[in-house]
């Protein structure tokens, strides 16, 4: 674990995820052409939200929850995106206790530059071994999205009740796949 009181001097009792080994460097360059981002789906940072009774369905992306942090996401080319870190639940990015750490706190919903670039890197990796032996894979990494401090790099629909995003001064990110199967929903999409 990493101790945050580097950030701001009152996050002295929280940590996030600290690997044990060389970070891998996410690379953030925007293209040019931004087509090039892929469909309009993934190219804004999401987070997941309850729907609301004022809002243009036809407006709002539709996804799954897969798990307290991500969501699958069907776009409109058709496929299906794994979004790794897009919220906690339906809360945004929230402050909880660290489990096994109990006087320490972290934020949960998010990943970090250290566990978003690691999680691309070794699908990436992955896919390298298995694609000369035609063996597919469940997720191809596409990138990952960064969110700003106030949130306002994110994609939301005028909501009264906007997401949290304790511990502002921390970066918070979400990896982005492709994804070809869903192990918490039992099938192949």
Known sequence: LEDLSH?????VQYYVPCVPATLINLLSTVPEDKSELGPPAISVPLLKLAEGKDEDPSKIPR???????SA???????NFY????????LQGFIVQKSEGYPFNLGI???QYDCTASRELYFAYAINSVL???????ANFPVGFWRYGKDLKTVDLPLKKEQPKNEMVELDKYCALFKTLGE???GSHL
């Open 63 to 69: 996804g799954i929850t897969s798990g307290h942090r």
């Open 131 to 137: 694609k000369p032996h035609h063996i597919p894979s």
């Open 108 to 110: 949960r919903g998010a």
């Open 183 to 185: 192990r918490r929903l």
């Open 7 to 11: 950030l701001n001097k009152d996050y």
């Open 72 to 78: 699958i996401l069907v776009s409109e080319d058709g």
């Open 82 to 89: 794994r979004l790794k870190g897009c919220g906690n639940d």
